[in-house]
């Protein structure tokens, strides 16, 4: 590994992971401050979800992404996760694969990625501080409530 990269690492773990931890507490929280999407909000999720999500979920969210074939777990039709739930979006679930808290990290079986770490480091930037911290964590949430409204938004009816 590179200098560079041993450095970041060494910097970022520490401060990565509990603040990933406070972002995401218990999601029961999370999701019931969660409201309807405004059409800029709304725009912004769809942005982020052809972004992150279609190469393998499909521009449409079936599941039939560029790089679906490769992945030994098919990517999950994601207009299908209230119905797979007996027609009930259960948001918090949601959240939680999106954020990828739940995943064991060091065994690393599922092949979703784990968007809640991508979107705080991607948030954090240069800083280091602990507000700007908080504030990633917070930027992060938002990003994933926001894609959770989407999906909710394009779950067949
Ligand atoms: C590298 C491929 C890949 C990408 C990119 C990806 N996913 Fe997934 N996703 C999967 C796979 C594979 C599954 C199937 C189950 C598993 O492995 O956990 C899945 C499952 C899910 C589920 C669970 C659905 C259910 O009902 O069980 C949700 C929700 C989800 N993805 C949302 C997203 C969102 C939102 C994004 C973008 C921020 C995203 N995924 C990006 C591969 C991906």
Not at 83 to 89: C, I, P, Q, Y
Request: proline share 6%.
């Amino acid at each position: 590994m590179k200098l560079q990269m041993r450095l970041l690492f060494a910097l970022f773990l520490p401060v990565l992971l509990p603040v990933v931890t406070y972002a995401f507490p218990a999601s029961a929280t999370v999701t019931e401050t969660m409201r309807a999407l405004t059409s800029p909000e709304l725009a912004k999720a769809a942005a982020d979800f052809n972004t992150y999500c279609s190469v393998c979920h499909g521009r449409d969210a079936t599941g039939n992404g560029p790089v679906a074939e490769e992945l030994k777990t098919p990517p999950a039709d994601l207009t299908r996760i209230a119905a797979r739930s007996g027609g009930v979006f259960h948001a918090d679930a949601v959240f939680k694969t999106i954020e990828g808290l739940d995943m064991p990290l060091a065994h690393g079986t599922s092949e979703m990625p784990i968007w809640g770490a991508l979107f705080v480091r991607q948030a954090v930037g240069e800083g280091v501080l602990i507000e700007d911290a908080k504030t990633a964590a917070r930027v992060a949430t938002d990003r994933i409530k926001r894609l959770v409204r989407y999906l909710e938004t394009i779950q067949e009816k």
